[in-house]
């Protein structure tokens, strides 16, 4: 109802003044046919802030994306924030050269985060071991998430049977599952959004100040 | 000639009509408007001033316009008058302007909001009718009982306050205002050749109707409903029966009855409450005694409610409210085909006419298929019978021809229909699961393949409704739209084009069908309703039919099947077996009381 408005157009309070109407020129389907086309759009689901876990946490065949340049980060420092009121969500991102002036070593927990899926594309960033791979555990699990990379990879977690480390198994027909159907936006933009609020990249970022037993500055 | 319509036409009848049959004429009123919308003069005509041709030009160059024009040209054709050659239905412009989805809230109760010229002038900010109590005489020129209170310069002048509130209507449609986009004149005049000229010939038309048997069962109901429910209702025999002996249903007994049966798993609606809707019955058909009890539901209320509007000529004249509804399709009540299909027992046609059904093979798929260019879904959808495909993808059956799958599944056929348009629809994992009666898993492994098998389309329904949602609007084939409010019900976006398609379909063919003289009785959903003396006539109808699947389709053809064709005074029989156990329950019943003769239970 936006096309061809009729050919005068008065004022909306005018009551008396003079409209015309056209006339309709003659009667072709195609003048009414919708000009829209859906497939224009090519519109892609943005992802919005996404889980972060270690593989086991998933409780479910994963894959990790293949290409390692582009969607495995470096090495990253996190640090748990306490924040009262809240349980989940404490994991922050912290800049390495202010963790490692502010805070003691024990306190910074590093590894990379990975585009990882769990079948029919429901995504989430994988954390990827890099330190202590002598650790039967992290190397259990950076061995999944090599795995991963390749096959539908599953780990978990042998410590009810008095055994250190993850089980790594493989779905029994890797075709059970379509391939990922990856997203394109770019793994720093997935890991700004899934962090936002939680990046201390400043001296009085009240999660460093938090830690650093500092006063908050509400202002 | 001028480009611009050199006369605007501003009428209104007034007529006095009893349910189910056509108007009796009391007056009219029309203000003749010049080419600037100024008025020129005004024309009053009383019962028995109606000359055989209308007091104004109808010719190309003037421009009728009425709110609810179908009822307008219903007067016209009382009066032998033919129809204008442009008509601008006032009501059809306003349903255009003010077809807007809004948020999803499944929580909250809305009411359907009425939409009668009173209500679109308030839209518009139009102040009338101060003086007069509208309802009240609205109601008392309808039943005749206006005798009593009012004289004819009254009822006129009624009458002509409601012409100066179109004319001013007029206006305010042709500016917008903020909310209510202007009207698009070719769009409304395209729109009421359907809604004001076509629905007014068909609905003047009528179902016949076996009023002798109409009666029958009207005066027999607590036996023909006593028979219905020992029948139907699964739960008859329990101490808390879900209907009442008058065939009143409870819900909290059926929720009670549930509990009472097992069934854990029926679908709700957001709110929690159960959700008691078609098509969630015909989810959980596969709960024994759920399809009768369904079946039971469509028909106690036709029967016990006896609203059919049934003229003194027996004809059942339904109102069939065009574009009554978001999507485009008509919204009509009161009709056999408001009811369980069996229930279209009770017409019979006249012994010298032939009645023929005729509805397009699974229009919405087809529609999808043809509007998505998935190759796929093409090509299962040309493979004659979708569902079968469907079942094959489900793993329910090897069997690899369609044909011999229909003829030996039918009650499986049966329960891939709703899942088929489910699943287009955006239908989830849980409802799948429960209309498969199969684990989640399952259910969700069926969807997947579906997303396999027909990407094409997969793709082109998210484009669409995000295409939708940064546009706030959505519209048909040729143009009907739908605007968009903040977060509406994703799925009824992707029910839209679908829909809107096979409105769009329906009204090409039944414009088309009148043209050519062929005019239908019914109009229902996807299927037309046609009484005709030459089979040629039918023949004719079904291409028209098909080139209008054709136009709307982009070249596709989507099938017209002959459902029924009722010869010799026959009467109108579903072929769907619970249909037929439903009719034959109503006429044992009769048969029981000896208010039929044996013979007449088929």
Redesign the interface.
């Given at each position: 109802?936006?096309?061809?408005?009729?050919?005068i157009?008065?004022p909306?309070s005018a009551?008396?003044a003079?409209?015309?109407?056209?006339?309709?020129?003659e009667?072709s389907?195609d003048?009414?046919?919708?000009k829209?086309s859906?497939?224009?759009?090519?519109?892609e689901?943005l992802q919005a802030a996404l889980p972060h876990h270690p593989m086991s946490q998933a409780k479910d065949f994963v894959r990790l994306h293949p290409d390692e340049d582009n969607y495995w980060s470096p090495e990253l420092c996190f640090v748990h924030v306490p924040v009262k009121g809240q349980k989940r969500e404490t994991l922050h991102l912290i800049e390495e050269e202010l963790a490692m002036r502010h805070l003691p070593s024990g306190r910074i927990l590093r590894f990379r985060l990975a585009l990882a899926t769990k079948p029919?594309d429901v995504f989430f960033l994988c954390h990827v071991p890099t330190q202590n791979l002598d650790n039967v555990w992290n190397e259990s699990n950076l061995q999944a998430c090599l795995q991963a990379k390749q096959h539908w990879t599953q780990a978990t977690s042998r410590r009810d049977e008095g055994v250190d480390g993850y089980k790594v198994d493989f779905a029994k027909n890797q075709d059970a599952f379509?391939e990922p159907n990856w997203p394109t936006q770019k793994l720093d933009a997935l890991i700004q959004t899934t962090f936002a609020g939680r990046m201390i990249d400043r001296d009085d970022h009240p999660g460093l100040l938090r830690l650093i037993g500092a006063r908050q500055s509400t202002s | 000639m001028s480009e611009n319509f050199g006369t605007i036409v501003v009428c209104d009848f007034e007529y006095e009509v009893e349910p189910g049959d056509l108007p009796n004429v009391l007056c009219m009123v029309a203000h003749v408007l010049d080419e600037n919308l100024q008025h020129v003069r005004t024309i009053r005509l009383w019962r028995g001033e109606f000359d055989p041709t209308p007091p104004f030009d109808i010719g190309a160059d003037t421009l009728f316009v009425a709110y609810s024009a179908w009822a307008e040209m219903t007067c016209f054709k009382v009066l032998g008058w033919r129809s204008p050659v442009h008509i601008f239905d006032q009501h059809t412009a306003y349903l255009a302007a003010s077809n807007v989805l809004l948020p999803h809230s499944p929580d909250e109760i809305r009411k359907k909001p009425r939409k009668r010229l009173p209500d679109a002038c308030r839209a518009y900010g139009l102040e009338g009718w101060e003086r007069i109590d509208k309802d009240t005489i609205v109601k008392a020129i309808g039943d005749g009982s206006w005798r009593e209170h009012y004289g004819p310069e009254e009822i006129l002048d009624y009458c002509e306050e409601d012409v100066r509130m179109e004319a001013r209507l007029l206006r305010a449609q042709l500016c917008g205002r903020p909310g209510l986009l202007p009207a698009d004149v070719p769009y409304v005049l395209h729109w009421s050749n359907y809604s004001a000229k076509c629905i007014a010939l068909i609905q003047a038309r009528g179902m016949p109707i076996d009023m002798e048997l109409w009666n029958l069962v009207q005066e027999n109901k607590s036996a023909v409903i006593g028979e219905l429910l020992r029948r139907f209702d699964p739960s008859h025999d329990d101490e808390d029966p879900i209907y009442t002996p008058e065939g009143e249903w409870s819900y909290q007994r059926f929720e009670e009855w549930l509990v009472r049966t097992g069934v854990i798993a029926w679908p709700r609606l957001d709110s929690g409450r159960l959700n008691i809707d078609s098509d969630a019955f015909r989810l959980m058909y596969s709960v024994p005694g759920i399809e009768g009890l369904h079946a039971l539901r469509d028909s106690l209320g036709f029967i016990v409610k006896a609203r059919l509007p049934i003229g003194c000529d027996g004809r059942n004249r339904p109102s069939l409210f065009p574009f009554g509804t978001a999507t485009g399709r008509n919204a009509h009540t009161k009709s056999p085909y408001n009811a369980h299909a069996g229930m279209r027992g009770f017409m019979v046609f006249p012994r010298a006419a032939i009645g023929a059904y005729l509805d397009w093979r699974t229009q919405e798929v087809g529609v999808a298929a043809a509007l998505s260019d998935d190759r796929a879904l093409i090509d299962d959808y040309a493979g004659g019978d979708i569902y079968h495909a469907l079942a094959r993808l489900c793993d329910l059956t090897n069997d690899p021809d369609p044909v011999h799958w229909k003829k030996t599944n039918p009650a499986m056929r049966n329960r891939m229909k709703p899942l088929q348009l489910g699943i287009n629809y955006g239908m989830g994992v849980p409802s799948l699961a429960r209309g498969l009666d199969r684990h989640p898993l399952i259910a969700s492994e069926i969807i997947e393949r579906h997303k396999r098998r027909y990407p094409r389309f997969w793709q082109w329904r998210a484009d669409m409704v995000g295409t939708a949602m940064l546009e706030r609007r959505i519209e048909s084939v040729f143009g009907w739209p739908l605007r968009l409010s903040t977060s509406p019900n994703q799925r009824t976006l992707y029910n839209f084009p679908m829909q809107s398609g096979g409105a769009e379909m329906l009204r090409l063919a039944t414009v088309r069908l009148c043209e050519a003289g062929i005019i239908p009785i019914m109009l229902i959903h996807d299927g037309i309703l046609f009484e005709e003396t030459e089979r040629e006539k039918i023949e004719h109808a079904k291409e028209i039919m098909l080139t209008a699947g054709r136009d709307v389709c982009s070249g596709f053809e989507i099938g017209v099947d002959v459902d029924q064709l009722l010869e010799n005074g026959a009467r109108y029989c579903d072929k769907r077996p619970m249909a037929q156990q439903m009719w034959t329950t109503v006429m044992k019943a009769l048969q029981a009381i000896n208010a039929v003769p044996q013979k007449e239970v088929a």
């Open positions: 109802m936006t096309k061809n408005k009729p050919s157009v008065p909306a009551d008396n003079p409209i015309q109407i056209a006339k309709p020129g009667f389907l003048k009414f046919r919708s829209r859906p497939a224009t759009a090519g519109i689901t029919n379509p | -």
